[in-house]
Nanobody, 114 residues
């Protein structure tokens, strides 16, 4: 599975960004799609995930601010990030699970200035 991410960048605190990840396989065949983030020197953490049945999971720190969604037409997953905070600064990675394997995107930098 190949993943192509887009949408990172620099934004002021309180602003919004939308991350997108296009998969090389049909969304319908994936067990889950999600986003993780990682700061230098820290462990990669789950931000949001959507399962094949539509169930979603969010990190407590982003609940109410971030929304994950799937787009069947483009075999993509999106992460709408609103009310961004400086602590949201990290490299964001797209993740999909297919046939018991994890696949990762190359990562996209999100920087939130105060």
């Amino acid at each position: 599975v190949q993943l192509r991410e887009s949408g990172g960048g620099l934004v002021q605190a309180g602003g919004s960004l939308r991350l997108s990840c296009a998969a090389s396989v049909s969304v319908l065949r994936l067990n889950s799609m999600g986003w993780y983030r990682q700061d230098p020197g820290k462990q990669r953490e789950l931000v949001a995930r959507i399962r094949s049945n539509g169930d979603t999971t969010y990190a407590d720190s982003v609940k109410g601010r971030f929304t994950i969604s799937r787009e069947y037409k483009r075999d993509s997953v999106h992460l709408q990030m609103n009310s961004l905070k400086p602590e949201d600064t990290a490299v964001y990675y797209c993740n999909v699970q297919w046939q018991s394997r994890n696949y990762w995107g190359q990562g996209t930098q999100v920087t939130v200035s105060s």
